[in-house]
């Protein structure tokens, strides 16, 4: 158990995982995602587009798990994991998932659709981390595709940091932002944030689409720890796993 004033160091995991298909839904590889995940063995998963339930996927594909997603995914590395249903449809439903190799002592979704559009949310999760003063906050975020939902959505995560996160707990906030013009990088920096490519690189990864990466979409935000590396990983078997490139960063506490 690392002492108090001990750096700790975290591995954090970022994807929006496409609901177990790859890239234009061609083919069903969420046993192939979970071997890929597993082997970055981070401490911390962000998981955007995760399926709780879908009937019909489960009927056609004969590999489809039994479970969740999310509790697949997690399998036994990690030992917790939260899951934010945001979409509902009659064949199942998908939102965002934490995975967690420590203890959540609480999660909640919060819902920041706009009106009847698309469904999104921002799944918050209190983490105690042993050998920590403050139990360590994770924000896993998928934000909406129209820009005005967006700047909405932003005005609800950054009032969620405000009231809910205590100023001086480590935070990370990572996931789809769906923010190609980078106005959400102003807004959570004047809160605090740091992003884990600006940090390092000097502006977000490009991550999307995966084989030829444009948009810089994805992120991993920091408060009250230290960025040391960051890496897009768009290569096999990452290019052939989701329509997002996935997300690392390591960081110190």
Not at 48 to 55: A, D, M, N, P
Not at 78 to 87: I, K, L, M, P, T
Request: aromatic share 8%.
């Amino acid at each position: 158990m690392p002492a108090r004033d001990t750096p700790f160091e975290l591995t954090l995991l970022t994807l929006n995982v496409h609901q177990g298909f790859s890239a234009l839904q061609r083919r069903f590889v969420l046993h192939e995602l979970r071997a890929a995940i597993r082997g970055v063995s981070a401490d911390l998963v962000f998981l955007q587009e995760v399926l709780g339930r879908h009937s019909a996927h489960a009927a056609r594909h004969a590999d489809w798990p039994p479970m969740p997603q999310y509790e697949f995914l997690a399998d036994t590395i990690w030992r917790d994991f939260a899951y934010g249903r945001n979409a509902v449809y009659t064949q199942g439903h998908h939102g965002n998932a934490i995975l967690s190799k420590f203890p959540i002592v609480h999660f909640e979704n919060h819902d920041v659709s706009v009106a009847h559009h698309e469904a999104r949310g921002l799944l918050h999760g209190v983490l105690h981390v042993p050998g920590r003063g403050q139990n360590v906050h994770a924000v896993c975020v998928h934000l909406g595709l129209r820009e005005a939902h967006r700047r909405r959505q932003l005005d609800r995560l950054c009032a969620l940091l405000a009231t809910e996160i205590p100023e001086h707990a480590p935070l990370f906030v990572a996931g789809d932002f769906n923010d190609w013009r980078l106005h959400a990088d102003r807004r959570l920096r004047a809160a605090g944030l740091r992003e884990a490519f600006v940090e390092t690189t000097g502006r977000p990864a490009r991550s999307f689409p995966v084989r030829w990466p444009l948009l810089r979409l994805d992120r991993i935000y920091c408060r009250n720890a230290r960025v040391r590396t960051a890496q897009r990983l768009a290569q096999r078997p990452w290019s052939r796993l989701s329509d997002h490139a996935a997300l690392k960063a390591q960081v110190c506490l």
